[in-house]
């Protein structure tokens, strides 16, 4: 069987950790990059042993060989760039989150569903198998019904400029913060009923430091903390009513242990020992949802991504912080920024 063929949109950090992940990967190649920047593209491609390096997104999308577009530009970008894709004929898997709102999403989601065209949000803690197993060990109540959860996730990020710019839909939110949120909507299977929280924001409008406290309409609660001013645990927290489950990595999950009703520990999981990176399962999902004729992955579908968006643009409403982005609150409705005319670094 050929190698499923893939273009990478935008050679930044997350572009070039796809590129080594889908180079140990069988039966997966990546066979063009594109980017802004033919000499950017050049020296990527050369790096990563790429056959095709091209100086504009369209000439990749007009590539017949390409058989899957994985967008990983900055989040501004990432609505835009799915459309272009979809509509050279591309199905597309968007590096999270799939929008900077849900908006935007959606019209994505619907085009792609005209076009009869795969479109997949990449979250990849979604497919991991530990993520999986984690789900199921939470629906067969295996430490009863879960009653709270808590979570964080946080680095010092101050020196990643995409994240301090409000034009490129940067903050902690969107790029950290929706990794324990997912991670907490899927224990619960639903979205909070009630939401309290609290941003501290940096002078250029994006928040910097997250605190999120979540009723769910069951009974159950959840909190989460997110920053990218300093680095936090990063770890998970899920307790029921005959147990608990810990899980190291929010962003990343490297153990998981499940605790019975005295504290004895029932079991310990890792991931995979023949996991690559951990980027490889949401191109498997996407290759045989393709090939399915599928519209979406079954590990994260359309609906779930909708209602994180809508989530994270309530909290951002509360917070008074906008985008200055198409399909956005109008600046004077909030504190944001004005837009630059530089469209800023990929991701």
């Not at 609290?198 to 309409?217: C, E, G, K, Y």
């Not at 951990?278 to 590990?299: Q, V």
Request: proline content about 6%; overall charge negative; hydrophobic content about 40%.
């Amino acid at each position: 069987m050929e190698d499923f063929k893939i273009g990478i949109l935008g050679v930044g950090h997350i572009g070039g950790k796809i590129a080594e992940t889908i180079e140990k990967l069988d039966g997966f190649k990546i066979a063009a990059v594109g980017s802004r920047d033919q000499a950017r593209a050049d020296e990527f491609a050369a790096k990563y042993g790429i056959e095709k390096a091209y100086g504009h997104y369209a000439d990749l999308l007009a590539d017949p060989e390409i058989e899957l577009v994985y967008i990983a530009s900055v989040h501004a970008a990432h609505p835009f760039m799915a459309i272009e894709a979809l509509k050279a004929g591309k199905p597309v898997l968007v590096e999270k989150p799939l929008s900077y709102n849900a908006k935007t999403a959606q019209t994505v989601m619907a085009f792609a569903r005209q076009q009869n065209l795969f479109c997949g949000e990449a979250l990849w803690t979604r497919y991991m198998p530990l993520t999986r197993h984690f789900k199921e060990v939470i629906d067969k109540k295996v430490i009863g019904d879960l009653r709270y959860a808590t979570a964080t996730l946080g680095y010092k990020l101050t020196d990643k400029p995409r994240l301090l710019r409000p034009e490129l839909a940067g903050g902690a939110l969107l790029d950290l913060g929706i990794y324990p949120l997912s991670l907490i909507f899927l224990a619960m299977g639903q979205v909070p009923a009630a939401c309290a929280s609290s941003t501290n924001r940096l002078s250029s409008n994006v928040d910097a430091i997250d605190t999120i406290q979540m009723n769910f309409p069951t009974g159950q609660m959840a909190s989460v903390f997110t920053s990218m001013m300093f680095e936090l645990d990063n770890r998970a927290v899920f307790y029921g009513t005959r147990g608990r489950i810990e899980i190291e990595g929010t962003n990343l999950p490297t153990r998981m242990r499940i605790y019975g009703e005295n504290g004895e520990i029932l079991e310990e999981t890792m991931p995979p020992e023949n996991q690559i990176s951990g980027y490889e399962y949401e191109f498997l999902a996407a290759r045989n949802a393709i090939i399915m004729g599928k519209p979406e992955p079954e590990e994260i579908t359309h609906m779930e991504t909708l209602h994180m968006l809508q989530f994270m643009d309530t909290l951002r409403k509360t917070w008074k912080i906008a985008y200055p982005l198409p399909e956005e609150p109008k600046p004077e409705e909030t504190n944001a920024a004005p837009a630059k005319k530089d469209a800023g670094p990929e991701s």
